[in-house]
């Protein structure tokens, strides 16, 4: 039986520059877009005050 051939992808450096910059922007929003409307639940559940509620989102930034 033969084997088909697998297509492979072959990337420049420029093209996988700009696929990891992309992928890391996706994480970024996720991230951002994730984390604000969970916040007043994570300060409600670890009792956190503005302040080191704050410091958990620059972090995460």
């Known amino acids: 039986m033969i084997q088909p051939k697998r297509a492979r992808l072959h ?3 420029a093209q996988k520059i700009i696929l990891i910059n ?4 996706v994480f970024i929003y996720a991230d951002r877009t994730i984390l ?3 916040m007043p ?3 409600r559940s670890f009792g956190l005050n ?4 704050g410091l958990i989102s620059s972090v995460f930034f």
């Open 11 to 13: 990337l420049s450096l």
């Open 22 to 25: 992309f992928l890391g922007w």
């Open 36 to 38: 604000n409307p969970v």
């Open 41 to 43: 639940e994570i300060q």
């Open 50 to 53: 503005h302040a080191e509620l």
